[in-house]
């Protein structure tokens, strides 16, 4: 039987989430922050992280927990991949031992949607960024972080700073904003990092002033030194000088207006410690805000198994 006709759900993408369950999703998120009761879930999840993480991984393990699931971290310097064992098998072998879902992070842009086309066994897939491909549970807290402070998406000016071109968290964030009715979403950065092709609803700005004047939401993104080689990494200062968010360029937003960033932050070149921690930064929102949307997509992510009432 192909992968395709086994009724397994998995996050792989914000596109692929229909406006039911992003809008499920979102609220629910809201409500666990709130104090909802969570489900109980006798389910077991593994994390592989094939990339560094501090945020993902641990609020998907505290996720877990809060959820009375099984929580099971893979140390990949000791698992069976570094003698030649491909994801497909990993995969295999984890579902076959009874494991439910599998919250993987992969440098390879697709990988995570590969092996969802190539299971072997019945496993949920939860992708926790691929590449310069998707993060669709950041762009999910992102949301959720700014309904929970009250601003709203629809008709609103979103901002995106720094290095696009291989930012999976900007590509999900695009269209999770635009989804949500945003009016125009702002693109920013060095001309070498920004993207040939914009979709509808997206414009370039020539500077960072332009980006942000009257912007609602203003998301800041860290230089992805390891997508790209030393020899084009540019000077911390200078970058900080051009591209850099300061207090200044907040005067230009509208009043209303918030700061996010999908960590790590690099004070001093994407982002002044002055914006960071200042009262328009949402920045320690939305990592606390990830660990109830990554509770909430493991409810979502078993609903149809357990008939909860969930997208
Ligand atoms: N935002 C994010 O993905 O952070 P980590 O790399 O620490 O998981």
Not at 7 to 32: F, K
Not at 97 to 116: F, K, N, Q, Y
Not at 137 to 158: P, T, Y
């Amino acid at each position: 039987m192909a992968s395709s006709e086994w009724p397994v759900r998995h996050l792989l993408d914000v596109d692929s989430l229909s406006d039911a369950d992003l809008s499920w999703l979102i609220e629910r998120s809201c409500a666990l922050a709130s104090g909802a009761p969570p489900a109980e879930l006798d389910r077991t999840v593994v994390n592989l992280f094939f990339e560094p993480s501090t945020r993902t991984r641990v609020s998907f393990e505290l996720a877990a927990l809060r959820l009375n699931m099984r929580v099971i971290n893979v140390e990949l310097e000791r698992s069976s991949s570094t003698k030649g064992e491909s994801l497909e098998d990993t995969a295999a072998t984890l579902a076959a031992m009874g494991v439910d879902a599998l919250v993987i992070r992969h440098p390879e842009t697709g990988r995570c949607h590969d092996l969802a086309a190539a299971l072997a066994r019945p496993i949920h897939l939860l992708n926790a960024g691929d590449g310069s491909g998707h993060h669709p549970s950041q762009a999910l807290l992102d949301l959720a972080s700014l309904a929970s402070a009250n601003v709203k998406i629809e008709g609103s000016r979103v901002a995106i700073v720094g290095d696009v071109l291989h930012s999976r968290v900007a590509r999900s964030d695009i269209t999770a904003f635009l989804r949500r009715g945003a009016a125009e979403v702002r693109l920013a950065g060095p001309s070498a990092w920004m993207p040939d092709a914009l979709p509808q609803g997206v414009l370039r700005s020539p500077d960072l002033s332009h980006a942000v004047t009257d912007a609602n939401v203003i998301v800041m993104l860290r230089i992805q030194h390891e997508r790209m080689g030393r020899e084009v990494w540019p000077e911390a200062a200078d970058y900080h000088a051009e591209w850099g968010l300061r207090k200044s360029h907040l005067a230009l937003a509208a009043a209303d207006c918030r700061v996010l960033h999908p960590g790590p932050i690099n004070r001093g070149v994407e982002i002044s410690s002055g914006v960071a921690d200042g009262a328009l930064s949402l920045i320690l929102d939305q990592v606390k805000m990830g660990v109830f949307v990554r509770m909430a997509i493991m409810e979502w992510l078993f609903a149809a198994d357990e008939q909860l009432p969930a997208g």
